[in-house]
């Protein structure tokens, strides 16, 4: 199974963008899809992840500002009123079964850094 991400790049503060994934390869069924983050120095945390009944979590400091969306076996985050903070590499996760029988495991896209500066 690989991950596919894209849409990272600079914006100024207050500005928007909306980062893509999609899944491709053995997939049965996908559990849940989601985006985490790693900025300089600190530790890998999750923005927001869809389950596969469409229920939806996000980080305390995300919320509000950030939309995680699925169709299939892709996965979108639309980022609004972005912050300094926001700064990070943003990764694409997916909880993938990739047949009847087999357990469902993690995959891990390739990140794609966001920069959010004036």
């Known amino acids: 199974v690989q991950l596919q991400a894209s849409g990272g790049g600079l914006v100024q503060p207050g500005g928007s963008l909306r980062l893509s994934c999609a899944a491709s390869?053995?997939?049965?069924?996908?559990?849940?899809m989601g985006w985490y983050r790693q900025a300089p120095g600190k530790q890998r945390e999750l923005v927001a992840i869809?389950?596969?009944?469409?229920n939806t979590n996000y980080a305390d400091s995300v919320k509000g500002r950030f939309t995680i969306s699925r169709d299939n076996a892709k996965v979108y985050l639309q980022m609004n009123s972005l912050k300094p903070e926001d700064t990070a590499i943003y990764f694409c996760?997916?909880?993938?079964?990739?047949?009847?029988?087999?357990?469902?495991?993690?995959?891990w896209g390739q990140g794609t850094l966001v920069t959010v500066s004036s």
């Open positions: 869809s389950t596969s009944g469409s």
């Open positions: 390869g053995s997939i049965f069924s996908i559990n849940t």
């Open positions: 996760n997916a909880n993938v079964r990739s047949g009847v029988g087999y357990l469902p495991r993690n995959y």
